[in-house]
C-alpha cells in the first residue's frame, strides 16, 4: 500500500488589496517573531546538554513552524494577482463580491468571495475555489443555486450583490 497522494490543485491566484496587505503584515510579524525565537534558541542552547533540554526542543520546533510559514509567503505572494478595480457589471457576482442569499428554509445568509489566501469564516468570507463561490460565479438578482454533497442539498437565491469593503443593508 503506497502512502502517495496526488498533489492537492493549485489555488487561485487573485487576492484583495485588504488580503494582500494582511500577508505582507503577516511577513513582517512573523521575521520579528523570529529573530525573538532565535535569541531564545540561542540561550536554551547555551544551557548545556541539548538532548533534554525542554527549551531548546520546543524553540527549535517553534523556528521550524515560523520558517516555514515564512517560506510560504515568500513563495506564494509574487504568485498573486491583486483585483482592486470592481468589475463593470456590478448585477453579476465576480470576485470580491458580497452576496447576500436565503436558503430553501427561508433564513438569509451573508458572504464574500475572496481569494484562497483570505478566507475567513468567521466574516463569512469565502474561497474563490470553494463551490459554493464556483456556482455562484457570473449569478445575478434572483437566480438560483443548487449545492449539492454527499450528505445534502441546499438551494439558495440570490437576493443581493454589493461591491466593497463592507455590505451596507438597505
Request: avoid cysteine.
Amino acid at each position: 500500500m503506497s502512502r502517495w497522494k496526488a498533489p492537492l490543485p493549485k489555488s487561485s491566484p487573485y487576492i484583495t488589496p485588504a488580503g494582500y496587505q494582511r500577508l505582507e503584515l503577516e511577513l513582517k510579524e512573523l521575521w520579528i517573531k523570529r529573530k525573538a525565537v532565535v535569541e531564545a534558541l540561542s540561550a536554551a542552547a547555551a544551557e548545556g546538554d541539548r538532548s533534554e533540554n525542554a527549551e531548546y526542543i520546543y524553540r527549535k520546533k517553534e523556528l521550524r513552524g515560523l520558517d516555514r510559514r515564512i517560506h510560504f509567503l515568500q513563495r506564494r505572494m509574487p504568485e498573486l494577482n491583486i483585483i482592486a478595480e470592481n468589475p463593470s457589471d456590478q448585477d453579476r457576482i465576480f470576485f470580491a463580491a458580497w452576496i447576500l442569499l436565503e436558503n430553501d428554509k427561508g433564513d438569509e445568509v451573508l458572504y464574500r468571495i475572496v481569494g484562497a489566501d483570505e478566507f475567513e469564516v468567521d466574516k463569512h468570507y469565502i474561497s474563490l475555489d470553494s463551490p459554493l463561490a464556483k456556482a455562484l460565479l457570473k449569478k445575478t438578482f434572483d437566480d438560483e443555486v443548487l449545492i449539492r454533497n454527499e450528505y445534502q442539498e441546499v438551494r439558495y437565491s440570490v437576493l443581493d450583490i454589493q461591491y466593497g469593503e463592507a455590505f451596507i443593508a438597505d
